[in-house]
Structures are given as C-alpha cells and as structure tokens.
C-alpha cells in the first residue's frame, strides 16, 4: 500500500517564476491538506482540498492556489514566487468520508529553493 | 488563540533516560492532540494523539500527559534511544475541522 507521494523532490525556481508541486494521498483517502514548513519550524496550513474544493486556507496569499483531481491527486501553484517561499511543502492526506479527518499522513515533502 | 506553544527547542538526552517535551495551547475548541515525529528529509509521522476526555494515554515508552485545566501537554519518552534522535512536534485540531496547529517543534539528541 503506496502512501502518500510528492513530486518533484527537489525544486530550484527564481524570483518571480511560477511552480506546481504535486502529491498522490494514500490509498482510500480523499482530504488532501497542504503545509509549508520553512527551516527549523513546523509546518504552517496552507489549505485542505475536498471533494474537489478548497474547504479552508491558512493565512497564505492568493498567490498559493489549488487544485483536487477527481483521483484525489492534489497540485499546489504558487505564483510570483519570493525568496521568502523557500521551505519543505508537506501533503498530507486523510479520509473525510470514513470519519478519520484527524489521522492524517504525511508524504516526504517538495524542497522549495527560490533564488 | 490559534497557537501551540512548544517547548524546549532542543533537548539532550542520555540513552536510557526520559525525555519530556511540553505544549500549551489557548484555544478549548481544540480537541484532538497529536505528537509527531520527523527524520531529516522526511515528512512528520504521526506517534500518538489524545483527546481531552482522558488525562494519560501510552503507547509503548511514549506517553502523552494531558492536563485539560491548565491547556497544556506533554510527551514522554521513556528509555530514550539513539534511534528516538528527530525533531519532535505538538499539534493541536478540531474533530471535523480542516486545520492542524503546529508547535514549532523540539530537537531532541539521544547520547549513545
């Protein structure tokens, strides 16, 4: 059973450019939430996806933008990127549907590196 | 109202020792306390989680304290081992809500 996947693993941008980071949830779940985690903290919520509609953001800037599959496969867009958007980008995953939105699963993060 | 406040920010253990990483939080909507554990370069594993109708939960050599009157709580790690050495994180929830609140999480080296 695949848990929860991330790609890519490594990602160089520069100031300004775009990008679009990916995650598949584990098997038989269907909440995909999103985290950054910058150097030395924990994670901060970005937003949680379900059912194909962003149910909640964190105190993130229009410029992080998501989007739900019909496969529950999750992208996270961040546009106009900073210097200050480097950090470790966590999917994580749970199930709504049978009651354990609490249980939630990490996959090994994207390494964001803006210069 | 939103924050869990971690502490310490590292710690230094003996093999075979206890370790012990306190949270405190202000929000009582909060109901589910989860403890993780994260390696360099992975992501955070769950380790064990409480709610508040119970003041002791274990698992293991890992024990979760929870004292609902004072909003904190606090993981214990009994004869701590070199493979215990991650950084350790507190978080807090609402059952059927959609965030999850992080402490800014706890270093924690085991000395062989």
């Known amino acids: 059973d695949a848990g929860v996947t991330q790609s890519p693993t490594h990602l160089i941008k520069t100031r300004g450019q775009q990008v679009t980071l990916r995650c598949s949830p584990k098997?038989?779940?269907?909440?995909v939430s999103w985290y950054q985690q910058a150097l030395g903290q924990g994670p901060q919520f970005i937003f949680q996806?379900?059912?194909?509609?962003?149910?909640q953001r964190g105190n993130f800037p229009d410029r992080f933008s998501g989007h739900q599959f019909p496969n529950y496969s999750s992208e996270l867009n961040v546009n106009a990127l900073l210097l200050g958007d480097s950090a470790l980008y966590l999917c994580?995953?749970?199930?709504?549907?049978?009651?354990?939105?609490?249980?939630?699963?990490f996959g090994p993060g994207t390494r964001l590196t803006v210069l | 109202q939103q924050q869990v406040k971690q502490s310490p920010q590292s710690l230094i253990v003996q093999k075979g020792g206890i370790s012990i990483i306190n949270c405190a939080y202000e929000?009582?909507?909060?109901?589910?306390f989860p403890w993780y554990q994260q390696f360099p370069g992975k992501g955070p594993a769950l380790l064990i989680a409480?709610?508040?109708?119970?003041s002791e939960k274990k698992e293991g050599r890992f024990t979760i304290s929870f004292n609902k009157s004072a909003k904190q709580f606090s993981l214990h790690i009994m004869d701590s081992q070199p493979g215990d050495s991650a950084t350790y994180f507190c978080?807090?929830?609402?059952?059927?809500?959609?965030?999850?609140?992080f402490g800014a999480g706890t270093r924690l080296f085991v000395k062989a």
């Open positions: 994580a995953s749970s199930s709504r549907t049978s009651g354990s939105t609490d249980t939630q699963y």
């Open positions: 098997s038989g779940h269907d909440t």
């Open positions: 996806y379900y059912e194909e509609e962003e149910r």
């Open positions: 929000n009582t909507a909060f109901d589910y």
């Open positions: 409480i709610r508040p109708d119970v």
């Open positions: 978080a807090a929830s609402i059952t059927g809500g959609f965030k999850t609140i």
